[in-house]
């Protein structure tokens, strides 16, 4: 499996920036979702390194190879570039059936008669569609398809497998069943994955890395659980997270190495960070995600209860200090009265301090002072 490196890549129509000096290395095996809110340049940047969209500049090189580089005058067209996609549609051929469908691309790359049946059948068992091999594709439900679809992508053995949002067309259960599908073939069959999305669960639960991106500028390229744990700054804070990490606005009052005490909510608190930090200015944003904010009747903070949202396994309390709403969730259903007493901590050893430019400058562990 290939490594694929870009290299300040940027797309330009006129003056509008798609996307912006991005550099980014997809390792060999990686499953990598390309995230952001539409309009991002995700699926540009998909597009480019797939070679169906040329970049107004910098380099791409995929497996050692130069396939784009505007200093040197060099574009591979995407044919030659041994890559598959896998498109929102599907794209089958509704008067073939699976089988014709799985084979067509393997009879016109002129592979023998032998061969093709072999790896059909490979690919109909690995995609466990193996009974559905003389149906036609509107015989086939959302799911069905989308099996159809990644087994005739994968069948000629391309070294990366692009994908564009291929499971927004499937309801919310079907697209549950085929994340795991997809993350279990990634380590079948060992390929590189790129991943377009919007859905920030989807590249929570199935990549290996997340490249989160706004108005065409990487935010963060890392793990998901680092993004999700560690975000570089706000915007990625916000994005990441359901429901969403709760920003309280902070006075930094006085501030020693690792240590400082900072006025939220009406009570001082002392955070101590994971490592020494700087501060542009004594005005913060403190970043708590829902589940560091556990109920508790001996809890520190008292507040109100705004509304509760049970789900079952999980519930959502919205707890209201002064003019401040804040998410709590909660394991197993609970349920409170509005405008009830509720007492509460802060706990965990993420919660996150932003400067005034919403860039992150510390993690740590903050208690009310006594």
Request: aromatic share 8%; proline share 5%; glycine share 8%.
């Amino acid at each position: 499996m290939p490594e694929i490196i870009l290299k300040n890549i940027s797309k330009r129509w006129g003056s509008f920036k798609a996307v912006t000096n991005l550099d980014l290395v997809i390792e060999d095996g990686d499953f990598i979702t390309l995230l952001g809110p539409s309009g991002c340049g995700k699926t540009t940047t998909l597009r480019m390194i797939a070679g169906l969209e040329t970049p107004t500049e910098g380099e791409i090189t995929i497996d050692g190879k130069i396939v784009f580089s505007s200093e040197k005058g060099i574009n591979v067209s995407a044919a030659k570039r041994d890559v598959g996609f896998l498109f929102q549609n599907y794209a089958l051929w509704p008067h073939m059936t699976v089988y014709q469908n799985i084979a067509f691309g393997l009879e016109t790359l002129k592979w023998k008669k032998p061969e093709i049946e072999k790896r059909v059948q490979e690919m109909l068992e690995t995609m466990q569609i193996v009974q559905f091999r003389d149906r036609y594709p509107a015989e086939l439900s959302g799911g069905q398809q989308q099996r159809v679809a990644i087994a005739r992508t994968l069948a000629p053995r391309p070294k990366v497998l692009f994908m564009d949002e291929p499971l927004s067309n499937l309801d919310a259960k079907l697209r549950g069943e085929m994340r795991t599908e997809l993350k279990r073939l990634h380590k079948d069959t060992g390929s590189t994955f790129v991943y377009v999305t919007h859905d920030q669960l989807e590249a929570m639960t199935m990549a290996t890395k997340i490249c989160l991106m706004k108005d065409g500028l990487l935010q963060q390229y890392d793990p998901p659980l680092k993004v999700y744990a560690l975000p570089a700054n706000r915007f990625v804070a916000d994005f990441v997270g359901n429901p969403t990490m709760n920003f309280i606005p902070g006075e930094v009052i006085s501030k020693e190495g690792e240590t400082a005490v900072v006025k939220l909510l009406g009570e001082r608190f002392v955070y101590t960070a994971s490592g020494e930090f700087k501060l542009p200015s004594s005005a913060v944003t403190i970043g708590i995600r829902p589940e560091y904010l556990p109920i508790s009747e001996n809890g520190d903070l008292k507040g109100l209860a705004y509304s509760t949202l049970p789900a079952g396994m999980e519930t959502t309390v919205k707890i209201k200090i002064a003019d401040t709403l804040l998410s709590s969730v909660m394991f197993g259903s609970l349920d409170y009265k509005v405008d009830s007493d509720i007492y509460f901590n802060i706990v965990g050893s993420n919660i996150l301090l932003f400067d005034n430019e919403g860039k992150r400058v510390a993690a740590g562990e903050m208690k009310k002072e006594k």
